[in-house]
């Protein structure tokens, strides 16, 4: 779920919904767990229906791609820019970057090295 759409559906700033969410817990079959947990931030989608893509679906595809990328010539955060546009994921090349790095991937030059 994305913070935007709930605040959209119960008529109240993104904020109020994050705000609310704070320091809220609840207990689930995997342990307790923040309210926020629940929730993704979104990233914008260049489709027609405009709607957000959660962070976690734009981490896949940035997987995704790495792992179909030629280890000769690993793709740029760039690059990876591009790609995500062209599948509809309107993404700067700076999220790019702090995305892969939260997921313990190297940049493009340290993954050409390790070869």
């Given amino acids: 779920m994305v913070l935007k759409d709930v605040a959209e559906e119960i008529e ?3 904020s109020t919904v994050s705000r609310v969410t704070s320091g809220k817990y609840m207990q689930c079959p995997q342990g307790v767990r923040e309210l926020k947990y629940f929730f993704s931030s979104g990233v914008s989608s260049t ?3 405009g709607e957000d ?4 679906a734009v981490k896949h595809h940035i997987k995704e ?8 010539s690993p793709l740029s955060d760039e690059q990876l820019a591009h ?3 062209a599948r509809g994921v309107s993404c700067a090349r700076r999220t790019v970057a702090k ?6 991937i190297l940049p493009s030059s340290r993954r050409r ?3």
């Fill in 53 to 56: 893509v959660a962070s976690a």
């Fill in 12 to 14: 109240v700033h993104e």
């Fill in 47 to 49: 489709s027609k229906t």
């Fill in 65 to 72: 791609l790495i792992a179909k990328e030629d280890p000769e």
């Fill in 83 to 85: 790609l995500l546009k």
């Fill in 113 to 115: 090295d390790v070869l």
């Fill in 99 to 104: 995305y892969r790095e939260a997921m313990n």
